[in-house]
Each structure stands twice: as structure tokens, then as C-alpha cells.
């Protein structure tokens, strides 16, 4: 079965600074991943996908991924932090056998102080 | 339209009564999800539509929930004899086919809160 892991609940960093939100997964086989964001009363907004080719892929408002197949991570990544970033960041698994599911992980909160 | 859109945006409801939600997929849009996300926690995948194809409902939680869909358009989902552990927000998602590289497009959720 497929499953997706974000180990941090919450995410804390200063404006300007680095931003990194992890995800691992576990699926057989070759994954599909993609990250969203959840801004507070609003339905989830796509990011980015990783599905083949460069492991690192750029995607909406700054915001980047890189596929680490040996470490099974998609860790999402913006080199500078807005206090807009805000929000709550879904990282979802679709693996290649059921071709519609999605898994997703329980989020993590992150936090851009000004 | 333009996006998902979902209806009501917020449902309050007394335990036992039957409710029903409703999502309007962006136009063309063949394939569509129903999710519920409870306070604190991932989403949970609830059901599935694909073009005239039978529905994988293996995600619905028990038979108090059903779902429908008109051709790919509309749908509904029923929570029947509802229970405070059906309150959650539900979201429906829709996609250009089922396709595993498509991305699924979200509505903004409708709240039901069970009392």
C-alpha cells in the first residue's frame, strides 16, 4: 500500500530565510508526487508535481521540489520565506497500479514570522 | 465555471438527520473525488467517479454514505443517520481524466459539524 510521512507537524522560520517542508513515501514501484498548499477556509491549491525526468521540479509561487528516490523524499523547498507562505502543505503519493488514488500525508503547519 | 465549487460552504446538523453535499467539477473535467478531512489529520479518500465507469467506493466509511453522479457533472454525496464522528470537512476534487500524472483541482470544502 502506498503511504506518505511528513514528520514535522509544524514549521517555523523567519521571513527570508530558507524554507523546507519533508516528505517521505512508500509505494512498489516507481511514485507520483505532488505537493499542495491549504490556505485557512480554502480547498487545497496544487503546487507542484514530480512524475518523471529532472529530479527537481519547480512549481507555483517559488516554491520547488526535489525526487530523492534512494532516501524516498520529495522535500518541498523555497530559498526565501514570505509571511504569505503560511499555511498548511499536503504532500500526496499516487503509485502507478491504482492510477487515480492519492495519499496523503497529515500535513505540517508552517509559520513565516515578519 | 472556473473552479470547484461546492455546496453549502458550512452545514450544521443534529445527529440521526441525513445531509447532502453537493460539488460542481470544473466543465470537461471526467474523473471526480470525494475526500474528508477531520480536524488535525491528511485527507481520507471517500470515492471516485470516472466518466460512466462504476464508482470505487472502497474509501466510503460505512453504508450511511453514499454518493452520486450525473454523467460528469454534479454530485452528491449523502451521509444518512449522521454521527458526531461524521463531522469533518468534505472536499471534492476533480481531474481531466484519472490519469496518474493529472493533477486534481480541490473546491474549497463544505464543513459539516454533527451536534
Known amino acids: 500500500a502506498q503511504s506518505v510521512a511528513q514528520p514535522e507537524d509544524q514549521v517555523n522560520v523567519a521571513e527570508g530565510n530558507p524554507l523546507t517542508v519533508k516528505c517521505t513515501y512508500s509505494?512498489?514501484?516507481?511514485?507520483?508526487l505532488f505537493w499542495y498548499v491549504q490556505y485557512p477556509n480554502r480547498g487545497l491549491q496544487f503546487l507542484l508535481k514530480y512524475i518523471t525526468g529532472d529530479n527537481l521540479v519547480k512549481g507555483s509561487y517559488g516554491f520547488e521540489a526535489e525526487f530523492n528516490k534512494s532516501q524516498t523524499s520529495f522535500h518541498l523547498k523555497k530559498p526565501s520565506a514570505l509571511v504569505s507562505d503560511s499555511a498548511l502543505y499536503f504532500c500526496?503519493?499516487?503509485?502507478?497500479?491504482?492510477?487515480?488514488?492519492?495519499?496523503f500525508g497529515a500535513g505540517t503547519t508552517v509559520t513565516v514570522r515578519a | 465555471g472556473a473552479g470547484v465549487s461546492q455546496s453549502p460552504s458550512n452545514k450544521v446538523t443534529e445527529k440521526g438527520k441525513d445531509v447532502e453535499l453537493r460539488c460542481d467539477p470544473i466543465s470537461g473535467h471526467t474523473a471526480l473525488y470525494w475526500y474528508r478531512q477531520r480536524l488535525g489529520q491528511g485527507l481520507e479518500f471517500l470515492i471516485y467517479f470516472q466518466g460512466n465507469s462504476a464508482p470505487d467506493k472502497s474509501g466510503l466509511p460505512s453504508d450511511r454514505f453514499s454518493a452520486e453522479r450525473t454523467g460528469e457533472s454534479v454530485s452528491t454525496l449523502t451521509i444518512q443517520r449522521t454521527q458526531q464522528e461524521d463531522s469533518a470537512v468534505y472536499l471534492c476534487?476533480?481531474?481531466?481524466?484519472?490519469?496518474?500524472?493529472?493533477?486534481?483541482?480541490f473546491g474549497p470544502g463544505t464543513r459539516l459539524t454533527v451536534l
Open positions: 500526496a503519493v499516487r503509485d502507478r497500479v491504482s492510477d487515480y488514488k492519492l495519499s
Open positions: 476534487a476533480s481531474s481531466r481524466t484519472s490519469g496518474p500524472g493529472n493533477e486534481q483541482f
Open positions: 509505494v512498489s514501484g516507481n511514485p507520483y
